[in-house]
């Protein structure tokens, strides 16, 4: 059977027709990729202030910016420098909580943890009320002032707070 031009230029225009509808299912996408990956690092940051509080051991999230990776760890903060004991198993999956962040999605700055008392760190330590501190200089706590981290890719912006005196984490999405 013949094709006729007509029936080319119909083909074509279904085609582009399809490919323009298709394309914000594809950015739905990726925005719900990307609230996901602020969802999991609130959780962590919870599951940190959780595992301190009811294990009297002191947890943290740090950040490893060479593998751009956010872990739950349980630290010795009676220590200066703090040493870290361990990376905290999530208890629902039993694999170590951490979560490595995509290549191309950026955050503002590398240390992502800006404290307004202190500048940007790379972790936050809970104590065993589930307050965020800084172990400085001799060991002595510092209680931290709220703490904000930016997480942008493809044209979104996602923001986790992180409120010092009840340690509760908030999130938006822009």
Not at 15 to 41: F, W, Y
Not at 89 to 101: F, G, R, S
Not at 138 to 166: C, E, H, K, M, Y
Request: proline fraction near 5%; charge should be negative.
């Amino acid at each position: 059977m013949p094709t006729s031009l007509i029936s080319i230029v119909a083909a074509m225009a279904l085609v582009a027709i399809m490919a323009v509808m298709a394309e914000p299912s594809l950015s739905a996408t990726e925005r719900t990729r990307h609230d996901a990956i602020v969802t999991h690092v609130e959780y962590l940051i919870e599951l940190a202030r959780d595992r301190s509080t009811t294990t009297d051991i002191a947890h943290g999230v740090r950040w490893d910016l060479s593998t751009r990776t956010f872990s739950v760890v349980e630290a010795d903060l009676s220590v200066f420098p703090v040493v870290i004991l361990r990376t905290t198993t999530d208890p629902t999956t039993k694999q170590p909580a951490q979560l490595v962040i995509p290549t191309g999605m950026t955050m503002s700055p590398d240390d992502p943890f800006r404290f307004s008392t202190i500048g940007s760190q790379t972790t936050v330590f809970f104590d065993n009320w589930g307050t965020p501190v800084n172990v400085s200089t001799g060991g002595n706590f510092q209680q931290l002032l709220d703490a904000d981290l930016n997480f942008t890719a493809d044209g979104w912006t996602g923001w986790l707070n992180l409120r010092a005196v009840s340690g509760r984490v908030t999130t938006s999405v822009i």
